[in-house]
């Protein structure tokens, strides 16, 4: 997700690098989705991410600056607040609001649909995908109708529009990330985390959430595995893999993060779903599958460089361990 300039490319991260975060992405963010839906029972859903995400991106970038890595500049911040602002006050939030009145396993299940949405958004920013990726969008689309008319999505039409919109807002701003200039490495999804914690924050005080500590234990283990596992360590994962890889292998986590958040709700929570669920997430599977196949036929093309080449300096002096 770094400020990327032509005469300065991203390091290659060692396979090791990738495969732990690919395991992050696949396993941790898949068990995430029930400690939202742990954590918002005892405090409001924008409280919720904009503490989470502030403290670990407020922990990220203070481990760095005393590294001596540099701040980001003045424009890379609204980089970041843009990208912030998409993918975790809007995408996350939306979500974690509609985990009030949808189970984990079905939130996460609709979500799966999300690669197909950041296919469209890469059509309309970058290149539009070829003829075979319109039949996986096609399909996906006929999968998530079969899982939004079941029961436990019907139930919700707000909470179901939400994970939507959120999907929609995610997947933007991956897509948008790696066309604008922030910061190389952690210090990038550092300012990230801060700057759309932030918002959601300020968007929690606009919203007339009331800020009170949570009284329940289980909403702060929710709250700290979130912050830990979540942001510090998924979080960060995803975005060292949009960064040094190409999107088709970023966003295999739709493959597994469905069946391990419909484990764990049912294992932990209890939580039942519709046949809907159960019959419309291998078609979005399937589709998402199709896809990420018809795109590795042919060689990716080279990532958009950003308007300004203000990260060269940066990316000369940053060490390729701060990706870590």
Known sequence: MAGRSAAVPVTPAPRWLIGACLASVYIVWGTTYYALKVGVQGAPPYFLVGTRFVVAGALVMAWLKLRGQPLPTLRQWRSASILGFLM???????VTVAEKTVSSGAAVALISFMPLVMAVWSGLLEKWPKRSAWFAIGLGTIGTLVMITGADLRASPGGTALILSGSVAWSLGTVLSR??????????????MLA?????????????????????APVWWAWVYLVVFGSLIAFSAYRILVERVSPTLASTYAYVNPPVALLVGWLLGNETFSLNVLLGLPIVLVAVGWHAWSELRSPAPPPPVPQSAGTNVQAQNASPSTAT
């Open 88 to 94: 975790l006050a809007i995408g996350l939030s939306n």
């Open 179 to 192: 066309r604008m200039d922030v910061p190389s490495g952690a210090m990038g999804f550092g300012a990230e």
């Open 196 to 216: 759309g914690g932030a918002i959601a924050l300020v968007m929690s005080v606009a919203f007339g959430e009331h800020w009170a500590l949570p009284q329940s």
